[in-house]
C-alpha cells in the first residue's frame, strides 16, 4: 500500500490524502491511478478525479438541461461543488452513470477533475449499470 497525496485545485483550498494500492490496477493516464482503498469491501471513497478519466457509456442516450447546468455552473464556481458524483470502479476504470449536470458543468468550467464518491464493484455490477 502506498500513501497518496492528492493536492485539489484551488477552488477547493485544501488537500487530503488516501490509502492507495499499488497493485495491478489499470488506470488509462495515472492522474488518479491505483484506484480507491476499499479494504474487505469497505464504503465509498471521496477521490478528485479527471474529468478524461471517468467513462460515461451512457452520456449520449440521456440529454441534459442546459439551464440546470448553467446554474450548477454558476453555484459551484461560487461555491464548490458539494455534493459528489457517485462514480463506479471496476478494475482500476472509473464509470459514471449519474451527476450529469454537475459533470457538464465541470467540463463547461474547464475545470480539470472532479469530486467523486467512488464505490468499488465487479464486471456483474457494472452490467447490471448497462442494463
Ligand atoms: P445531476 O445530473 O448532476 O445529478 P441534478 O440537477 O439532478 O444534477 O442535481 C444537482 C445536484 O448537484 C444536487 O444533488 C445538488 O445537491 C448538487 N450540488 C453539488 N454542488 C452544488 C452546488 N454548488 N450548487 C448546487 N447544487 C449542487
Redesign the pocket.
Known amino acids: 500500500m502506498a500513501a497518496l497525496l492528492l493536492r485539489l485545485p484551488n477552488y477547493y483550498n485544501r488537500n487530503f490524502s488516501i490509502s492507495a494500492s499499488s497493485s495491478s490496477s489499470s488506470s488509462s493516464n495515472g492522474a488518479a491511478s491505483g484506484g480507491p482503498s476499499q479494504q474487505g469491501g469497505a464504503g465509498p471513497v471521496i477521490l478528485e478525479i479527471p474529468l478524461n478519466q471517468i467513462r460515461r457509456p451512457l452520456m449520449r442516450t440521456r440529454a441534459n438541461d442546459p439551464h440546470?447546468v448553467k446554474d450548477?455552473m454558476d453555484?459551484?464556481s461560487q461555491?464548490?461543488?458539494?455534493?459528489p458524483?457517485d462514480v463506479l470502479e471496476v478494475d482500476g476504470v472509473y464509470y459514471g452513470f449519474?451527476?450529469?449536470?454537475?459533470?457538464e458543468a465541470h467540463q463547461r468550467l474547464g475545470f480539470p477533475t472532479i469530486r467523486c464518491k467512488v464505490r468499488r464493484g465487479t464486471k456483474e455490477t457494472l452490467r447490471h449499470h448497462l442494463r
Open positions: 440546470k450548477l453555484s459551484i461555491i464548490g461543488l458539494q455534493v458524483i449519474s451527476g450529469c449536470h454537475r459533470f
